[in-house]
């Protein structure tokens, strides 16, 4: 017997408008989803504040991957990117890091 809904279908509308803030979590979750992105969040989370040049021994990847790697993480919120001259330093988002724990339990 078919009611013509689907099998996980609450009849209360799509999840975005349940849950307005998903595709946000979906960017969080997916920017931790990766070993280098993970490497420098630590090494943020160590240093505190670090030169973009920096990343590259850490991670063991060429500046363009670190790049596209901070780029992921600074869409997700969870960095936070301030130029000082020819050098780019990044920084925790500490706001957006304390959400983030709110969201896993």
Do not use: W
């Amino acid at each position: 017997m078919r009611t013509g809904r689907r099998c996980c279908d609450t009849g209360e509308g799509e999840p975005e408008r349940v849950y307005p803030d998903l595709a946000k979590t979906a960017r969080l979750f997916h920017a931790l989803a990766d070993e280098t992105r993970l490497a420098i969040l630590r090494q943020l989370r160590e240093r505190g504040e670090v030169n973009a040049c920096d990343f590259v021994a850490c991670c063991a990847v060429a500046q363009p991957t670190v790049s596209h790697h901070l780029k992921i993480l600074r869409r997700a919120g969870l960095v936070i990117a301030e130029r000082r001259g020819v050098c780019i330093y990044y920084r925790l988002n500490e706001q957006q890091v304390e959400e983030l724990r709110g969201l896993v339990p």
